[in-house]
T-cell receptor
Framework: SQQGEEDPQALSIQEGENATMNCSYK?????LQWYRQNSGRGLVHLIL?????REKHSGRLRVTLDTSKKSSSLLITASRAADTASYFC??????????FGPGTRLSVLP | DAGVTQSPTHLIKTRGQQVTLRCSPI?????VSWYQQVLGQGPQFIFQ???????GRGNFPDRFSARQFPNYSSELNVNALLLGDSALYLC?????????????FGPGTRLTVL
């Protein structure tokens, strides 16, 4: 079974609103990464957060990590229509491989 | 710098046939990983190669095989194709090493098995 599980499965918001997606995982990790995928194309790396970090920012993106709860969240502020995509979290631990969740489909309506 | 490239872009095969997918990593990257993504799901790990050696293998049957060449490019082979092999096949490259850094994905090869 997949380690990462994103929540919600689908999210629809208006342009300008904030979008929050959550990711839960089951075992220890070295790092957790968030990716974006536009309609069946390749994945684009967004942010990597290591297990000893609690929060990272990149432009309009903010990622938090709570290792005690085995969860992470991705916040997109002031969303735009171009943010419409599927978002995936992927976990990694030493000696293991990346494990992706099923993703959250975000729709930003103009 | 060129990103990760994959060929072909699209491929249509019939059941029982064999297919070879190709991937060229970002210059300087020594690790290549392969993923299968079925429509509506997240990518599933198939293989990882680092310095031409297999470093990891996902839960896929022996019909799936791969290799990495001295220039770090890679091929994924799938024999005896089944309808369920229809998917987007993604290649990702990274610098490798013990401490994984971010992976950079190619555009993928969409395989349709009829």
């Amino acid at each position: 079974s997949q380690q990462g599980e994103e929540d919600p499965q689908a999210l629809s918001i208006q342009e300008g609103e904030n979008a929050t997606m959550n990711c839960s995982y089951k075992t220890s990790i070295n790092n957790l990464q968030w990716y974006r995928q536009n309609s069946g194309r390749g994945l684009v790396h967004l942010i990597l957060i290591r297990s000893n970090e609690r929060e990272k920012h990149s432009g309009r993106l903010r990622v938090t990590l709570d290792t005690s709860k085995k969860s992470s969240s991705l916040l997109i502020t002031a969303s735009r229509a171009a943010d419409t995509a599927s978002y995936f979290c992927a976990t990694h631990n030493y000696g293991q491989n990346f494990v992706f969740g099923p993703g959250t489909r975000l729709s930003v309506l103009p | 710098d060129a990103g990760v490239t994959q060929s072909p872009t699209h491929l249509i095969k019939t059941r029982g046939q064999q297919v070879t997918l190709r991937c060229s990593p970002i210059s300087g990257h020594k690790s290549v990983s392969w993923y299968q993504q079925v429509l509506g799901q997240g990518p599933q790990f198939i293989f990882q190669y680092y310095e031409k050696e297999e470093r990891g293998r996902g839960n896929f049957p022996d019909r799936f095989s791969a290799r990495q060449f001295p220039n770090y490019s890679s091929e994924l082979n799938v024999n005896a194709l089944l309808l369920g092999d229809s998917a987007l096949y993604l290649c990702a490259s990274s610098q490798g090493g013990r401490d994984y850094n971010e992976q950079f994905f190619g555009p993928g090869t969409r395989l349709t098995v009829l």
